[in-house]
């Protein structure tokens, strides 16, 4: 069993690299967005739940999303494993998300921080915009959220590097180098 996060600042290339480690290592990928989705469109209780702050325009409460990802941990337990894209965002909630592994004999093994140079993400995802026609990969905007997520993630880098999971991953050079990196530190499980 391997348990996964990967995360990264936008643009480092995190979707593409959790693509293959799903294919590689046969994992569970789990998106928060994708999951609070599904629950919203089966009309589930939890789905009304959360669709009554969204469509407010209130953030869900952490202790929503952790039983999201449970229900969808619960529902693979026999399978290789996860790996989470886009959670935990705080520390409140990788605290959460330890707890509750832990209730089910289970932990995060590797915290992967995708790590690339600030005029490199620039570049990618301006190039990005040209070519996917992304509203949102301009220069003004990307520059925002390359600062908030700086000043947002910091923190939650910080609790996994004092867990020991914390492996920063050099994000710079080809995909197929960059998964390199990533499938060095994954087999040394």
Do not use: W
């Amino acid at each position: 069993m391997l348990n996964v996060i990967i995360c990264g600042a936008p643009g480092c290339g995190k979707g593409t690299q959790s693509a293959m480690i799903v294919e590689r290592y046969n994992l569970k990928h789990l998106s928060t967005g994708d999951l609070l989705r599904h629950e919203i469109e089966s009309n589930s209780e939890l789905g009304k739940e959360a669709d009554s702050y969204i469509s407010k325009g209130n953030l869900v409460p952490d202790s929503m999303i952790i039983d999201i990802l449970t229900q969808a941990i619960d529902a693979d337990a026999n399978g290789n494993g996860i790996i989470l894209d886009g959670f935990p965002r705080t520390v409140a909630q990788a605290e959460a998300l330890e707890n509750m592994l832990a209730g089910r004999n289970k932990q995060i093994d590797f915290f992967l921080s995708i790590e690339v140079e600030k005029r490199e993400l620039i570049s990618r995802l301006l190039k990005r915009g040209e070519t996917s026609g992304r509203s949102d990969d301009n220069l003004e905007t990307i520059k925002k959220r390359l600062d908030v997520y700086e000043s947002k993630t910091a923190p939650v880098n910080m609790f996994y590097q004092n867990t020991g999971k914390l492996k920063k991953i050099n994000g710079m050079g080809t995909i197929d180098e960059i998964f390199a990196r990533i499938g060095a530190v994954l087999d040394s499980k």
